[in-house]
């Protein structure tokens, strides 16, 4: 189901996302100075890089595969995109983006021709995903640059499309980093944003609690042998804003049409949203 923002409501901060000190911010459930948390976040994926998508598995029971598809059903690319995708350092969407394109110009639907701009906090990330593109032969269309959601290298209305999966919630200041999509968007450019957010059945979200704050901290430390970077990430989800929040902050930067669906019982959400 695709929910549209209603514009009347008014989104309270839950009881576990307490207001914020002025030059203090959140990192996971520890309050830390606002420029510390990039390198904090940076820590904890360079910490997980080479173990990304086991670290997807345990967080999602296998399911980000398929939301990650969705996404891209939901971009519909078409040749000729130039899209950014933000904290998409492993490729995973950009992956899927130019194998979709290849697979129409097949199909006789355009000559498959697009451009993928990788935009990644995290060197470490980076790496991996350069790799991983070599071992599948995608050479062409793609590139790699090493960035912060809130400060792009890029220029104003430089692209078609944004997509940033499983990466907002761990920038410092959520509403500049809608505003540097918004810039870095044209007129007409697409916004679409998946990540870990409210479960909307109760009984399961408190089995996805328990999960969260109990299983999956030991499993990343049985599996990964890092306990700390898979509790972070467990926090870090609580402190999200809410689906119709998130909404509010993309309309409020600018962005129109926004649209939220919920994937797997609002375990993770798609948002999108226009430059217009």
Request: aromatic letters at 8%; a negative charge.
């Amino acid at each position: 189901m695709v929910r549209a923002m209603n514009a009347n409501s008014v989104s309270e901060p839950p009881e576990d996302r307490p207001e914020e000190e002025p030059g203090r911010t959140h990192f996971g459930y520890r309050e830390v100075g606002e420029s510390e948390k990039p390198s904090l976040v940076r820590g904890v994926f360079q910490s997980v890089a080479s173990r990304y998508d086991l670290m997807n598995d345990l967080m999602s029971g296998g399911i980000h595969r398929l939301w990650k598809t969705a996404m891209v059903d939901w971009l519909n690319p078409r040749p000729g995109i130039r899209l950014l995708d933000t904290a998409g350092g492993t490729g995973d969407i950009a992956f899927r983006v130019l194998e979709r394109l290849e697979k129409q110009a097949s199909e006789g639907q355009g000559e498959g021709e697009g451009q993928v701009v990788v935009c990644d906090l995290t060197a470490d990330m980076l790496a991996v995903g350069r790799d991983r593109a070599i071992d599948r032969g995608l050479l062409r269309g793609l590139s790699w640059v090493c960035g912060d959601a809130e400060h792009l290298p890029l220029p104003d209305r430089s692209v078609t499309a944004y997509t940033i999966a499983f990466g907002l919630r761990n920038v410092t200041h959520i509403d500049r980093a809608l505003a540097e999509a918004r810039r870095v968007l044209k007129p007409g450019g697409r916004f679409l944003c998946l990540e870990f957010s409210r479960v909307v059945l109760p009984v399961f979200a408190e089995l996805y609690d328990q999960y969260s704050f109990k299983v999956l901290p030991a499993m990343g430390a049985a599996v990964a042998g890092d306990r700390e970077s898979y509790l972070y990430l467990a926090e870090s989800i609580r402190r999200f804003p809410p689906q119709e929040e998130l909404a509010e902050m993309m309309a409020a930067a600018g962005l129109s049409q926004v649209r939220y669906r919920n994937l797997s019982g609002g375990i993770a959400a798609l948002h999108s949203g226009w430059r217009i």
